[in-house]
Nanobody
Framework: QVQLVESGGGLVQPGGSLRLSCAAS????????MGWYRQAPGQERELVAN???????NYADSVKGRFTISRDNAKNTVYLQMNSLKPEDTAVYYC??????????????????WGQGTQVTVSS
């Protein structure tokens, strides 16, 4: 069984910083992509930032220059450092992982997983 465990959300004033983390565990052979999405009330879920296995890092235009995604491959963990936070960054942030799984030697699969979500609120 695969689990994504998120941490790091909370309430912060405008201009402040938060760091989110997401750790994947289970029968993981490799990570195709991993990162963060967010969903504000009444809006669709949108990509914030992610890594792909090809080495590409993607950021939403609205967070470029303020947010930084990083990873610890040994721990299957990604981090999202969020600086200069704005009220419009308020949302539930979800970790997403596109994983290659190993079921038994020589048998693999691919599945997409979501974390439970962590609330980020930027308000004075």
């Amino acid at each position: 069984q695969v689990q994504l465990v998120e941490s790091g959300g909370g309430l912060v004033q405008p201009g402040g910083s938060l760091r989110l983390s997401c750790a994947a565990s289970g029968n993981i052979r490799s990570i195709n992509a991993m990162g963060w999405y967010r969903q504000a009330p009444g809006q669709e879920r949108e990509l914030v930032a992610n890594f792909t296995s090809g080495g590409t890092t993607n950021y939403a235009d609205s967070v470029k220059g303020r947010f930084t995604i990083s990873r610890d491959n040994a721990k299957n963990t990604v981090y999202l450092q969020m600086n200069s936070l704005k009220p419009e960054d308020t949302a539930v942030y979800y970790c997403n992982a596109d994983l290659k799984l190993v079921y038994r030697p020589g048998y693999y699969g691919r599945r997409d997983y979501w974390g439970q979500g962590t609330q980020v609120t930027v308000s004075s």
